[in-house]
């Protein structure tokens, strides 16, 4: 992880303090390019390359393009064979090299070339223009501040607070967002003033002028194959995601819930011959949210090097280092333990691997099951469910596990009133009984009259018609 920053004006000493706000995503090193018309700044975690050679910012031969860039390149061998082939020479071993030139070669859509996680700018000199762009699937932050034709972005938020322009004022439609998805959706965030750039997105900015376009979509096919075809497939798909994720010159653990997604990633990681091979795992004294038997089945089983950190009761102070460091408001209540896990082991490796998105990409979470559910509760009539079923329901008392059948029935029936253009994100959603409390001039009536236009939105983009297909590409 390293932090970015910069602007579109000549300022060293701003850009320095913008980039001294992202110390803990690069403690390794800093580093900065200024000229008459933008000033970049980066903080350095070293991963690949740990020489000199790979400090940022990082330039080509004749200086006249610059990058920042935070993440990995995946297939960075693979696109530097192909650039030495046509002609660039390298001065390190690192992926953010490839960036440079790969930009040389193709302007913005050299972003099509990289199979990574990442946010990076690139500065063109020669065509006072300046390039950002996002990963596909928004791994890596990204914001912008856009302002009397000029530009700031930053890997984090707080950095771009170290600007004077910027006010510190709420979005009143992000904040009404929050509070039924427990989420902003992109490109809003709770500043106003503060956009992030989207997943699969490049800002373009030139002449005071920033265009924002998509150059990458999730797409769905269907090929009927026999089954054992695709368990196949997608064991050498996950192979393939993890070894490309072990090109380091640090120490590589991994996060283990125990569940299915980081246990598959342990077992990929075995397989592949890590050794020794570091696991963490997180432990509570309520046995419903604790999953260390699970974790200590999975190290058992590979022969890993196991940490345990069982979390105790969670102080203000540790409440206000965790808000500082989301930069927005965030309701899941594993972010804390996850922050000092991550403490815990980074006394031990300087990357870490997890199970992240697995129930995104294979359909693993309670929303969607209630989604297919809905399309047989949804047969009684409307105001049979609204009048009968859902008042009896909702009477019920709250159980006090962070599961069970009661609760899981009550979610149900709750999100089952809201409208059907909320898809699976209707069991998911909160906010109905809190939105009565913002003030009806404060939240724009569009935004307030319509709470899951943002889901409608994004599930009129996708390029399938099928259910499930919408539900997955919303999420």
């Given amino acids: 992880m390293c932090g970015i920053a910069g602007i579109t004006w000549r300022d060293d000493r701003l850009v320095r303090r913008m980039t001294r706000t992202l110390a803990h995503r690069g403690p ?5 390019y200024v000229d008459e018309h933008v000033s970049l700044g980066h903080r350095r975690l070293s991963i690949i390359d740990l ?3 790979g400090r940022q910012p990082m330039a080509n031969e004749d200086g006249s393009v610059q990058v920042v860039f935070n993440g990995e390149i995946y297939n960075f061998a693979d696109v530097r064979r192909d650039l030495v082939a046509r002609g660039h020479r390298f001065t390190s071993r690192t992926d953010t090299e490839v960036i440079v030139h790969a930009y040389e070669e193709d302007g913005a859509d050299c ?10 700018a690139v500065w063109d000199r020669r065509r006072r223009e300046l390039l950002l762009a996002r990963d596909r699937l928004g791994v890596k932050p990204l914001y912008y501040h856009l302002s009397g034709g000029r530009l700031a972005f930053a890997s984090e938020i707080k950095a771009l607070l170290a600007l004077p322009t910027l006010e510190r004022r ?9 509070v039924g998805y427990e989420f902003v959706p992109a490109p809003a965030t709770m500043f106003a003033g503060v956009k992030k750039l989207p997943p699969g997105h490049v800002l373009r900015f030139r002449d005071g002028t920033a ?8 797409a769905f096919t269907r090929e009927p194959m026999p089954r054992a075809w695709y368990e196949a497939r997608l064991l050498e798909l996950l192979e393939d995601a993890v070894r490309l994720r072990l090109v380091a010159d640090v120490p590589v653990g991994v996060f283990l819930s125990g569940g299915l997604d980081s246990s598959t990633v342990v077992a990929m990681m075995s397989r592949l011959g890590v050794r020794p091979l570091d696991t963490f795992s997180l432990g509570y004294d309520d046995p419903s949210f604790s999953e260390l038997p699970h974790a200590r089945v999975v190290s058992k089983a590979f022969g890993t090097r196991h940490h345990e950190l069982m979390i105790e009761p969670i102080s203000p102070e540790l409440i206000e280092t965790a808000a500082w460091h989301l930069d927005e408001p965030m309701t899941d209540l594993s972010t804390i333990p996850f922050y000092l896990i991550a403490k815990k082991a980074r006394e031990h490796v300087t990357v870490c691997l997890s199970g992240e998105g697995g129930d995104e990409v294979l359909v693993g979470y309670d929303r969607f099951k209630a989604s297919k559910a809905h399309a047989y509760y949804g047969r009684l009539p409307v105001f049979l469910r609204r009048r009968l079923v859902a008042p ?6 709250d159980q006090a596990q962070k599961k069970g ?7 149900f029936v709750e999100g089952g009133l809201l409208p059907e253009h909320g898809l699976h994100m209707r069991w998911q959603y909160f906010g109905a ?3 009565g409390a913002l003030a009806p001039g404060f939240v724009p009536e569009a935004v307030r009259r319509d709470p899951l236009a943002p889901v409608a939105e994004a599930a009129a983009r996708c390029p399938s018609d099928d259910r499930l297909d919408r539900e997955v590409y919303v999420d």
């Fill in 111 to 120: 972003v099509r070339r990289f199979n990574g996680m990442f946010a990076f």
């Fill in 392 to 397: 009896l329901v909702l009477a019920l008392p």
């Fill in 211 to 218: 265009t924002v376009t998509r150059y990458w979509d999730l």
């Fill in 170 to 178: 709420v979005d009143p439609a992000a904040l009404f967002h929050y």
């Fill in 28 to 32: 390794d090193a800093e580093g900065f």
């Fill in 51 to 53: 020489s000199e050679a």
């Fill in 433 to 435: 009984a809190v939105h």
């Fill in 405 to 411: 059948a009661l609760n899981l029935l009550k979610r």
